[in-house]
């Protein structure tokens, strides 16, 4: 197993004059734990320093016109590992620990302020199956940590994914050993309460040839009144044959800024259903890249979001094939209400030799009021001569004739309504296989719709 | 048990007056046929019972059950008992037929009582699968989306589900056999006449005699120019079908 490590970069502008310059972390934040391996300290090391390099984006950089980070600077955020103690933090909802595939769980991690909590099979383990906390691995699974930590996702790809690297202080390492079908699907919460905190996270699943893994991680907090942050980094590794289903959930409170940089990479006839599902967070960027870098290898991303207040949503997907006979299948679906925003730029790469690749990509959206706006940009770059790739973005309304349609048959407004953004997600709904998954979303809309 | 009761009634689209005082009476039990060429206010009087938010009642009243219900919001009119078929049903992508006609279901159930669970899955399915078959339909129907990607007839027919489903005591088919085949057409209008009876009054909209040779009329009114001009009964249609509608506008303008 050594994947090649293939880089897309995005433009990335010099600072421009008047950007905003720094944010509250400095570099004794960094985890030194006394028993750390080297590989570790040197990689935070090096992640701090490209932290340092890099300059804040700005509105100035393509990647992040439509998404100002402006109003972050300023803010005060302790990483939540070094805060003192104060009031006592809520514990995560319990409904967040509830299966959402109708199996009973092989495994669960709860990730809170006040400790981690760490479960899985014993028939699992004895199988080589690792499915534990980063700072657990660090101490326990230091060899397979180092062959995998920031091989699919660079430390130095962005200033979030810089700080993110340097400062994760926990996380989640998922290994499936060659030809291990799990059967039970594993699951983690990372649970982040509190105003003036900033989280970090890195999660690395690594489903080694033929295996195969469903996996759901949420990230949530309760809404608090001044703002918190939260980095994240997920690195996907899906070996040859293998296959996972990957579910990701974002309900993060109303003041959470948002930063994620994840990758998966797909060997060759692997396959991969990533699910994303955010509803939360005062503002989110997140970047997805899809790497299919063997032949055969398939990725379907499915993506729900829905947006109310002054939210913020930003997602920027690559879908990137790498080799020929390669697939990829993406549609991300938003509904948006009162003041917020949504922005999905995507892009499908086919690189030269890459023959018979076949793409597709597809954002829609509701706009359901008139003070809501998303942004769709959908993009191709396709560098080989055969190979079929179609997108397509919409923005629309809900029709005033399918509301009186509705109210014709008794339903009031309000039930029209949501009962036509409800038909406006089925085709993202018929994407995911799993009923709670769905159930999930099912009662965010209704949450969102009033 | 309710007539529906219109008087002086006058309809606006923008500044255009459509209807200038129309009188009618629907009487519960009785299927009334109103006929008229096009562009003289036939659906314009549908869409008006309904309460469509683009028509304006400048002038007049809607009587049923006691009260105006031009008052009334257009799914309180739906949950008063008034139902129209449309001309042009509307497409909801993502909808079933089945789920469309629960949450329609429901949503009468939760008017009477807010505490109400809704009905029970079973029952609703034994429901739909009779109203189904009384209509001649495949039960694969009821999981497609609603008018999303129906043919003509198929849009006709989910009209009439609906009305199977929801059994309104008024009922208004707005140029119900537009756009059918003759064996559409049939399966259509026995679906009406399954449903005819003493509790529901029946307005249908057409201007072919065709459809009243299955949907027999009580009662047919002929709309020209905003206004009803000429009743009576089922040969009124047959001398429409053989003389046209010339004779009427020279009665009209003598």
Redesign the interface.
């Known amino acids: 197993m050594s994947p090649v490590v293939v880089t897309r970069t995005r433009k990335t502008d010099a600072q421009p004059q008047g950007a905003p310059s720094s944010l509250p972390f400095h570099r004794e934040m960094m985890k030194t734990s006394a028993g750390a391996p080297d590989f570790l300290q040197d990689y935070r090391s090096r992640a701090w320093e490209a932290y340092e390099r890099l300059p804040l984006p700005a509105i100035t950089d393509e990647a992040w016109r439509r998404t100002d980070i402006r109003p972050l600077i300023g803010s005060a955020f302790v990483p939540q590992h070094l805060a003192a103690s104060a009031a006592p933090l809520a514990a995560p909802d319990p409904a967040l620990l509830a299966s959402l595939t109708g199996e009973t769980h092989g495994g669960q991690i709860v990730i809170t302020p006040s400790g981690v909590t760490v479960q899985l099979a014993e028939e699992l383990a004895q199988k080589g199956v690792i499915f534990t906390d980063l700072a657990t691995a660090e101490r326990q699974h230091s060899d397979i940590l180092a062959n995998i930590i920031g091989q699919v996702v660079r430390a130095d790809e962005g200033k979030f994914a810089a700080l993110a690297a340097a400062l994760a202080n926990n996380g989640v390492l998922v290994y499936i050993p060659r030809h291990v079908q799990l059967e039970q699907p594993l699951h983690s919460l990372l649970w982040g309460p509190g105003a003036g905190l900033a989280y970090f996270s890195h999660l690395l699943v690594w489903v080694e040839d033929g295996a195969s893994l469903t996996y759901v991680h949420e990230s949530a907090s309760p809404t608090e009144s001044a703002p918190a942050l939260h980095a994240g980094l997920v690195e996907i590794y899906v070996g040859a044959g293998a296959k996972l289903r990957f579910v990701e959930l974002q309900s993060w409170g109303e003041h959470v800024w948002n930063f994620s940089h994840e990758r998966a990479r797909v060997a060759r006839d692997g396959s991969l259903d990533w699910i994303f599902g955010a509803v939360g967070s005062r503002l989110t960027k997140n970047f997805s890249d899809l790497d299919l870098i063997g032949e055969g290898a398939a990725g379907r991303m499915s993506g729900f979001y829905f947006t109310d207040g002054s939210q913020h949503l930003d997602h920027d997907t690559q879908q990137n094939h790498l080799a020929a006979h390669t697939t990829s299948d993406l549609l991300f679906k938003g509904a948006l209400k009162d003041q917020s925003r949504s922005v999905w730029q995507g892009m499908i790469y086919v690189a030269p030799g890459a023959q018979r690749a076949d793409g597709y990509q597809a954002n829609r959206n509701l706009v359901l009021s008139p003070a809501s706006r998303a942004d769709s940009i959908p993009g191709l770059e396709i560098l080989a001569d055969d190979v079929r790739c179609t997108h397509g973005a919409t923005v629309g309304k809900i029709d005033a004739d399918q509301v009186f349609y509705l109210r014709s048959r008794g339903l009031n407004s309000q039930e029209a309504e949501r009962l036509i953004v409800e038909g406006f997600f089925d085709p993202i709904m018929q994407r995911i296989p799993f009923d709670g998954v769905r159930e999930r979303f099912q009662s965010a809309i209704q949450a969102k719709m009033g | 048990m309710s007539d529906l009761v219109i008087h002086n009634l006058h309809v606006n689209i923008g500044d255009r007056e459509v209807l200038k005082g129309l009188d009618l009476v629907i009487e519960q039990g009785k299927v009334h046929a109103l006929m008229g060429p096009n562009g003289n206010g036939k659906s314009t009087l549908a869409y008006a019972i309904?309460?469509?938010?683009a028509y304006t009642v400048t002038a007049g009243e809607i009587l049923f059950k006691g009260q105006n219900i031009l008052e009334l919001?257009?799914?309180q009119?739906?949950?008063l008992g008034i139902?129209?078929a449309?001309q042009y049903?509307?497409?909801?992508?993502?909808?079933s037929v089945a789920?469309?006609l629960r949450?329609?279901l429901n949503?009468?159930r939760k008017?009477v009582n807010p505490e109400d669970k809704g009905i029970p899955i079973p029952e609703f399915r034994r429901l739909l699968r009779e109203r189904m078959d009384l209509l001649k339909m495949d039960h694969a129907f009821a999981g497609r989306?609603l008018n999303d990607g129906f043919s003509g007839g198929e849009k006709k027919r989910a009209e009439v589900l609906?009305m199977a489903t929801?059994r309104p005591e008024i009922a208004i088919l707005d140029e119900t056999d537009s756009g059918l085949d003759i064996d559409a057409l049939r399966i259509v209008s026995e679906g009406v006449n399954a449903l005819r009876g003493p509790g529901m009054g029946v307005l249908v909209i057409t201007h072919y005699q065709r459809i009243l040779n299955y949907i027999k009329p009580d009662y047919v009114h002929i709309l020209l120019n905003g206004s009803i001009v000429e009743c009576g009964g089922p040969e009124l249609a047959l001398h429409l079908e053989e003389h046209g509608y010339d004779w009427i506008r020279e009665k009209v303008n003598s």
């Open positions: 309904m309460g469509h938010p919001e257009p799914d009119r739906s949950r139902f129209l449309f049903p509307v497409a909801i992508p993502g909808v789920n469309f949450t329609a949503s009468r008017a989306y609906q929801l």
